[in-house]
């Protein structure tokens, strides 16, 4: 069984900070790039960031490369999402994939295999 599963979403005020985590299960996470993505009410889904095994990072959203950050854990086979000075226009669903590690990153959410179910977070005072 191939799985990704994200967790940590909830509602937070502006300015806090949240993590996100995403669990893979029946594959090795540490072979594959991890993508997230994100989907605000209305919109369409948007390419957030990918992270690479060795840990490089790819930004393609300008307005979130200073508050977003990712990591991963091997041992766990999961990867995070850490966000600070949460906004309310970052309120969406938000959603980790992953692809095959010899295209390195992309910004084509049509490029990446396995999803995630996505993770509600919202931002409101």
């Known amino acids: 069984q191939v799985q990704l599963v994200e967790s940590g979403g909830g509602s937070v005020q502006p300015g806090g900070s949240v993590s996100l985590s995403c669990a893979a299960s029946?594959?090795?996470?540490?072979?594959?790039?991890i993508g997230w993505f994100r989907q605000a009410p209305g919109k369409g889904r948007e390419t957030v960031l990918c992270?690479?095994?060795?840990?490089?990072?790819?930004y393609y959203a300008d307005s979130v490369k200073s508050r977003f950050t990712s990591s991963r854990d091997k041992a766990k086979n999961t990867a995070y999402l850490h966000v600070n000075n949460l906004e309310p226009s970052d309120t969406a669903v938000y959603y980790c994939?992953?692809?095959?590690?010899?295209?390195?990153?992309?910004?084509?959410?049509?490029?990446?295999?396995?999803w995630g179910q996505g993770t509600q977070v919202t931002v409101s005072s």
């Open positions: 994939a992953t692809r095959d590690v010899i295209g390195g990153c992309s910004g084509s959410r049509l490029t990446y295999d396995h």
């Open positions: 029946g594959f090795t996470l540490d072979y594959y790039v």
């Open positions: 992270i690479t095994p060795s840990g490089d990072t790819t």
